[in-house]
């Protein structure tokens, strides 16, 4: 496969965007290999992903152009190059399986980019990432450690050059300031259970309640109280044949599934962020 | 299929229950055709639900002695005839969708009961129940007439002598008074959302807020304000292409498949109600 | 929602078709509502669905000019009005759980077409199709009666202008011949199963095979003996717990699910046929 | 957990038999803590997974004499007991997924069983199973030296005390003079089509027919050339939008989940072996 630009795009919506979006593209020598759009007509707002290959090695060029181009249109736009390999950062803490699932992953080439290092606030894991060949960073936290952990923790995000951190069953709540100083993507994976429970134990609880489906839900991590814009969802049957050990089970497989294919659309530049939802382009 | 006698029983867990109960029925000359038991270890609770041929032409008296005898276990046990055709009632508004999906499965024989009556606090969809031979009742209810009306609705209830109420997108909360006087089981169908939503227009915030599912919950109505048992549950993925209009399409298609499941799992005596949760014996 | 045009379009791909079909569109005062397109880089064919709002009441005039302008881009196309609706004649013969549903959804305002008649080769449903306010047209058929009773249906289907025929459990094979005549789309739904059976009474065969999946296929009938190109498929869930009986109305419902679906794609101008296969623009 | 006996019976159906286990297990001290029973009404036949606690450490002599006793009913009969690991050898050629997958689930603690050692046709996955701390065997096998390779996989199995054979992508056909011989349970997985396709570059396929679903199937391996009993299977949907290597990685995250639920059902004693079917307790 070439080496492709890709274009999220959204904005007041107006009648030509994709006559105008297509043929600056056309006019520069690009050829459109993936395109979507969608306008949501109740908000009046235009979303589009475009996948194109540029004319020659005119990739940055190209990329600039078109933001300054989008940009005339009233549209926010990011523009990345299928070439670049993200710089992707795990946090973990004792639980394993969303861990290995995406390293597997990433090894399999199932990812468009790269698992730089690993950081936990617990050593546990440290052998295992070090075994995959992957740094691994042991930065304890506490209630009274917090803000100097998170201040390492930013430094070697920094220092990695680090464009997407994972969270996978990291277990710890990442502060305001934090995410505001990243200023770059976190995903995060929960579970998810109707009806909704508050409190520790939720598998437990679930099973106590009678539930007959659990559910996990991906979605980047904001500054708000509330859980962030959802990116993938999936949910599984369970009945009363199911032990708490099989909810928990059940919950892992779902934790992994929901999150790798959240992190493959991401990597992808299928999400588009707009206010506290998701336009996903699968 | 020869007519059969279905217990549902549970209780204090302890060795010898299941040769306890297979016995009784041997011994009696019963044949047992399906037989399903659940230990809760945790709660150290029994449950089980069995199905068995009597001997000859005794259900009567062998559902009466079977009913001291599992009492004498320390069971609390309900013995029901599969000859038996469950009374129904169905209590609509205007909504059709569930309505006409329950009509029709009872007509193609799926559901092991008769809708004797249709209550509607609406007279819209009057004409049809009566199109499908099926007596409809209109009885009106506001703010103002609740208590009267309910008390309208229990007397008829009685006169029909109604075994189960299902709230086929009825869109009114009975009262807790009504549920002790009619003191039978009720069946409701609600729409689910991960997260949850509270107030009204639940499809257009699920679309604000960009869910990637969407589900419906069928349970038991209860006094309590929460939702009772859950006997059923589903969800249906949705994404950005999905309009509002599509969701409620999906949500009626939901609120169908799981109502009618529910309804049938309950007039086959294969749910247990155990404190706030049930045990479907699928 | 104002009126608009529907496109298909399919041919060889090459730089700057999307610029030159949205271009086209801005040019003659359209405005696109939708649109969706999709690059087979394997086979090198370009697919694109675009829906657009013609300037004023252009609609007649447009459509033609399009089909010209497509044309000349080398690409197959049709062009469909939103505001057309579609005119639908439903094929039956004794079951009715397909026909019920249809004939439902269709009054539930699901479909974008009208359901103009109904023929069976059993006048076992004649009665609830005109309950329903439908035309029912009984066209006995048999070995020996076969072509002339298919020279009746055609006959009345060029009478009725009827647009799309939907084998709504008909159980009776189309002849080439018809297919050729007619002309027009052919939607049919038939179970499936993993693996696959031949001959007769297939819950049975798969209840003593001991599947533990039964799905159903909607797809457009072809003059050649094996299917033709699928639209929509679903499956559901079996054990050992579930009787043919189980089987037959898990089928059922899979089998309405999945032709509604269909349906309403096929309605909406969503499904392009290339080759054995489908395109489905969702 | 207090270590239990297993048993699967299956033979004749007539009244008591459920009574007469129960009551066996009863009388001599045992306490059931799960017993699911199925009665097949049209073949006659009752098939039943009973698990129980024996009084002391008497489970060697119980299972011996419930055999006994069983085979008296007229039953087949298989006792395990829950403390036994069942040695399990996993058979594997150059696609990791599966093998990752199951090993990763092992060390979770998922399986009731040990995996032994790793047998290749390929040296790829060598230095993968002894970084797991796995014995790996190199046995390329050809057209040629299939008849020794197989020889020398049969002796390893013996002097292994091989219990479970696990087929993970082994991509070669056991003879049947190999399943002969082995005489212990071999679980395959392969992928699953509907429609199905005969022929290499099964996903090319799909992907050429457009199918809407992929799926996986694993089921024990056997002497006939047709699979054997089917034990789970599981589908995911496709679109146009997902290209060759979508459907093979969907295939991959199909082939894991659908292999190891097959793999944990069979080794807590849940898979019963009927004719060409299975009853799965699960």
């Known amino acids: 496969m070439p080496s492709t630009l890709i274009a999220l795009l959204h904005g007041p919506d107006r009648p030509g965007l994709v006559a105008r979006v297509s043929g600056w593209i056309f006019e520069h020598g690009g050829n459109i290999i993936h395109a979507d759009q969608h306008h949501d007509h109740e908000a009046g707002v235009f979303f589009q992903r475009v996948e194109w290959v540029p004319k020659g090695d005119t990739h940055a060029a190209d990329a600039a152009d078109f933001r300054t181009f989008a940009a005339g ?37 199932e990812f468009a980019g790269e698992i730089v290092a690993v950081v936990g606030n617990h050593a546990d894991l440290g052998a295992l990432a070090r075994g995959y060949g992957l740094p691994f960073h042991h930065i304890p936290i506490s209630a009274e450690t917090k803000a100097a952990s998170e201040a390492k923790q930013l430094a070697l995000l920094r220092k990695l050059d680090a464009e997407l951190v994972i969270l996978a069953r990291y277990m710890q709540v990442l502060s305001a300031d934090f995410l505001t100083q990243f200023g770059r993507p976190v995903i995060n994976i929960h579970h998810s259970f109707l009806p909704a429970f508050a ?10 309640r009678g539930v007959k489906l659990i ?15 959802i990116i993938n969802q999936d949910v599984a049957r369970v009945t009363h044949r199911h032990g708490v050990e099989d909810l928990i089970r059940k919950g892992r497989d779902l934790e992994k599934t929901v999150l790798a294919q959240a992190v ?16 996903v382009f699968d």
Chains 1, 2, 3, 4 share one sequence.
């Open 73 to 109: 249109l009233g549209m926010q736009v990011q523009v990345s190059q299928s070439a670049h390999r993200t710089r992707v950062v795990l946090f973990i803490s004792k639980a394993d399986h969303c861990f290995h699932d995406l390293v597997l992953r990433w090894k399999a080439g």
């Open 199 to 208: 409190g520790g134990r939720p598998y437990h609880q679930a099973h106590a």
């Open 215 to 229: 559910g996990a839900t991906a979605h980047y991590a904001t500054r708000d109280l509330d859980e962030g814009p």
């Open 264 to 279: 493959r659309w991401h990597l992808e530049g299928r999400v588009l962020i707009y206010g506290h939802k998701t336009v």
